[in-house]
């Protein structure tokens, strides 16, 4: 509270500063007038209501626009003013905005579940176009009613492990699963394998989800255990040439053999409890991926980045 000039008393007086609007207010005016004089009316205010505004339309267009909602939605932003009849107390305290949200229930979820999917794929650091194919899959399954009183984490992570397989840009099951809020590996795979049936027998579409190669994964695992660029180059080679074998593991367990051996002739060797938490693979199943390997090594490992002389060293099986 401070003195100031009043235009309508003509005197000096005591004024209050409303913080909400942003007005100097005479005090005297105030007492015997609802509408009291505004000795001054501060610009940053408006600014500031402007912009909040402007954020909040951005924010509403986002989602009013999204396609998969059944309806658009409605929001308003309510940049509140004092009630001038109101006691002081109340009259400085006014607040200075409230979101007002219109909309079904089912557009609800349907947001809920789409923030889900977007914050497990950012900590994945996956594209946009993978996003918008698990919402678009999350959205099918949504409509037939039938995932109720299952496990809402493991059907999102699932239908974002099957946009991954459909934008060939495919993530292991233990990845989805670090990121998707306590589901089990297990879950996920039950949930994937719940909405690949129900989207093929209920809507009669096929879920091809393309084939996985051990290529896929290994940049990202070579780049987990910091490998030099030179080892990362022969493991690409190694993985591509191994295609050609009759090797019946998974992908992803190939990889992880192959790289087990490429660090092996390499000065920077990786103890294989390393290769394993990197790759997601048991310890044993990278052994006996490694003895199935072992006897093509001279035929997939490259000749410019090991010589005959270091294949014969490498550690028997």
């Known amino acids: 509270m401070s003195d100031a000039f009043c235009p309508d008393c003509k005197r000096s007086t005591e004024v209050v500063f409303d913080h909400s609007a942003g007005d100097t207010v005479c005090l005297r005016v105030r007492a015997t007038c609802s509408r009291p004089t505004r000795i001054d009316e501060t610009s940053e205010w408006r600014t500031f209501a402007n912009e909040s505004r402007r954020v909040t339309i951005r924010f509403a267009d986002r989602w009013a626009s999204n396609p998969l909602l059944t309806r658009r939605r409605c929001f308003r932003t309510v940049i509140s003013k004092p009630n001038w009849a109101a006691p002081q107390g109340d009259f400085l305290s006014s607040s ?6 219109r909309g079904s229930n089912s557009d609800r979820s349907l947001i809920l579940a789409f923030r889900t999917i977007a914050t497990m794929a950012d900590r994945l650091g996956l594209v946009a176009t993978i996003k918008d194919r698990a919402n678009e899959i999350y959205k099918k399954v949504e409509d037939l009613k039938s995932i109720r009183g299952r496990n809402q984490d493991a059907i999102l992570a699932a239908c974002l492990y099957i946009a991954c397989r459909q934008e060939d ?7 989805i699963c670090s990121v998707a809020n306590g589901a089990t590996k297990k879950e996920i795979g ?7 049936k129900q989207l093929e027998v209920e809507m009669g579409q096929s879920m091809e989800m393309g084939t996985i190669h051990a290529g896929d994964f290994l940049r990202r695992f070579c780049s987990s255990l910091g490998m030099a660029n ?18 019946r593991r998974s992908p992803i367990s190939i990889a992880a053999a192959v790289i087990y051996i490429i660090t092996q002739l ?6 294989l409890r390393d290769i394993s938490v990197a790759t997601g693979v048991a310890e044993g199943t990278i052994r006996n991926s490694y003895k199935d390997l072992h006897p093509y090594v001279a ?11 270091d294949l014969k060293n490498l550690c028997s099986p």
């Open 266 to 271: 390499s000065e920077e060797k990786k103890l």
């Open 230 to 247: 030179q080892a990362v180059k022969a493991a690409q080679e190694a993985v591509q040439k191994s295609e050609e074998l009759d090797i």
């Open 299 to 309: 035929k997939i490992i490259p000749t410019w980045f090991a010589k005959e002389e």
């Open 96 to 101: 200075l905005g409230r979101w007002q949200n």
């Open 169 to 175: 840009r495919p993530r292991t099951v233990k990845e």
């Open 190 to 196: 039950r949930a994937k394998e719940f909405i690949v």
